[in-house]
């Protein structure tokens, strides 16, 4: 890149923390870093405590000043960035579970892009994979810079596998059938070849435990409720298959989209 990419990350919870440390720690100046965030003082002595303060913006500024824009915000609150102005050829990257790039961009009168990414802890510790769609040469980029291993797919529809792979590590501490993962594997491998690839990364991030109990409570930090990992770790100890249980991984990523998708668009005054 000839000159500094200015970023800006709405939203400053698990991920918006993650890659704003990440940036940093991998030379992006706190100058060309825009942070906002609900105003909640817990999260105001997050950002103290990393040393942001100095990137604190109001949303108006991140998005009229930034080449970039990782939304990182709540579903809920993503209708409140409509009515802002954009600088001109601002890209918008939204992390949010579920929302399609047709629903976003009657949000932002801007290019639109989806992307997911594995958890906050592997980011930090330059162990995360990430997709993006469609691709964009400047979010690779930034994937690459701050060790981002990334993955491409097709289509939009592919995230919902990305999604159920980015969930794979917690799967696997729960299920000790190596010939049922296997196969599980190789059969969504079918439909997204990288799956393979996706799954030698989750043996690779699974942390050692002292104790029976230490790993059912890191299991149960991964799991959101209502959420991908949720669906495949109910379903394993339901008993069912590992491949079912992906697959019901998978359909969950669907059902969000298929929910929230609805109520966003008629919520939202379409940009003419």
Same mark, same amino acid.
């Given at each position: 890149m000839k000159r500094n990419? #200015?970023? *800006?990350?709405a939203g400053f919870g698990h991920l918006g923390q993650a890659i704003s440390r990440s940036l940093i720690n991998h030379g992006f100046v706190k100058e060309d870093i825009y942070i906002s965030y609900k105003g909640? +003082?817990?999260? @105001? =002595?997050k950002i103290e405590k990393l040393g942001l303060t100095v990137c604190l913006s109001e949303n108006e500024k991140i998005f009229s000043e930034t080449d970039i824009v990782f939304l990182a915000v709540k579903p809920q609150d993503v209708e409140s960035f409509q009515a802002m102005e954009l600088m001109k050829n601002t890209l918008v990257v939204s992390c949010l579970a579920g929302l399609s790039t047709e629903i976003l961009k009657k949000i932002f009168n801007t290019q639109i892009f989806r992307m997911m990414v594995s958890g906050p802890d592997t980011i930090v510790a330059e162990k995360g994979i990430a997709t993006v769609y469609p691709y964009n =040469? /400047?979010?690779s980029y930034i994937f690459q810079k701050i060790k981002l291993q990334f993955f491409e797919i097709s289509n939009e529809s592919e995230i919902d596998i990305f999604t159920a792979g980015v969930c794979l590590p917690a799967a696997l501490l729960? =299920? &000790?059938?190596e010939f049922a993962i296997k196969e599980a594997i190789n059969e969504i *491998? #079918? &439909?997204? +070849?990288? @799956? /393979? &690839?996706i799954y030698e990364w989750a043996k690779g991030v699974l942390p050692l435990f002292n104790a029976e109990s230490e790993k059912t409570e890191y299991i149960s930090k991964m799991i959101t409720k209502g959420g991908v990992t949720e669906a495949i770790i109910n379903s394993l100890k339901s008993g069912e298959s590992f491949l079912t249980a992906l697959r019901n991984g998978i359909g969950r990523s669907r059902d969000i989209s298929q929910k929230i998708n609805p109520i966003l668009e008629s919520n939202v005054k379409t940009f003419r």
């Open positions: 990419v #200015k970023i *800006g990350i909640n +003082p817990a999260t @105001f =002595e =040469e /400047l979010v729960l =299920e &000790d059938n *491998g #079918k &439909d997204y +070849p990288a @799956f /393979l &690839d």
